[in-house]
């Protein structure tokens, strides 16, 4: 099983809908999960950290399922700027400090 | 959050050489960290650059092919020795504050190996 597992995508929606990607995880003994958003041709960047209580920041909303060792994030509403490639990222206990390992990403076409 | 600037943004070097690529960000960081990120491919994680010492390398990667420097907290270097065509990458500096915490990534260096 790999570390950090997601779907694969892509996923093509129009503008409006609701979108959700799942992602699974092999350690489950992870303490730390985020989501991550890529651009094409950019470097990721940090969308949102995900709590075990679940979380929402707007049109985000990201849940953990520990007894699972799966991940989730909904995007609600979605606009044409979403249009990126999500990395479900998690972290290697035991590794180097501070070694996070990031899925392959799936990749979000938001059609007008 | 801290601003991560990296140089060069893209080079194109020819096969046997040798690119320093320079990490530079705005405040005092614990943690920085070098990337790899081939086409197509998620990140992976290089090594672990640290201050004052060695840096700490994750496997399949060695300090003959990619010596990292990291003499204060806010500037860390990696450079690609003795550059192939396999080595064409993207290659992406980030910092945290630690170890559970995100990390933050400069905007990349584009290589391409001729």
């Known amino acids: 099983r790999k570390e950090v597992e997601q779907d694969p995508g892509p996923f093509n929606v129009p503008e409006g809908a609701t979108v959700a990607f799942n992602c699974t995880y092999s350690?489950?003994?992870?303490?730390?999960f985020f989501w991550y958003r890529q651009d094409c041709r950019k470097e990721p960047k940090l969308l949102m950290s995900?709590?075990?209580s679940g979380n929402e920041d707007g049109r985000f909303t990201a849940q953990l399922n520990r007894a699972s060792q799966y991940i989730s994030l909904l995007i609600r509403d979605s606009k044409l700027s979403d249009s990126a490639t999500y990395l479900c990222?998690?972290?290697?206990?035991?590794?180097?400090?501070?070694?996070?390992?990031f899925g392959k990403g799936t990749k979000l076409s938001v059609k007008p | 959050s801290a601003v991560i600037s990296q140089k060069p943004s893209r080079d194109i070097c020819q096969r046997g050489t040798s690119l320093t690529i320079q990490c530079q960000v705005d405040?005092?960081?614990?943690?920085m960290f070098w990337y790899r990120q081939q086409p197509g491919q998620s990140l992976t994680l290089i090594a672990t650059?640290?201050?004052?010492?060695?840096?700490?390398?994750e496997s399949g990667f060695v300090i003959d092919k990619f010596p990292i420097s990291r003499p204060n907290l806010t500037f860390s270097t990696l450079t690609v020795s003795n550059m192939s065509p396999e080595d064409s990458s993207i290659y992406l500096c980030?910092?945290?504050?630690?170890?559970?915490?995100?990390?933050?990534f400069g905007d990349g260096t584009r290589l391409s190996i001729l």
């Open positions: 980030s910092v945290s504050v630690s170890s559970n915490q995100p990390q933050h």
């Open positions: 350690n489950s003994a992870s303490q730390s």
């Open positions: 995900v709590y075990s």
């Open positions: 990222v998690v972290n290697r206990p035991g590794g180097s400090q501070g070694n996070l390992i």
């Open positions: 405040s005092q960081v614990t943690m």
């Open positions: 650059a640290n201050q004052g010492s060695e840096a700490t390398y």
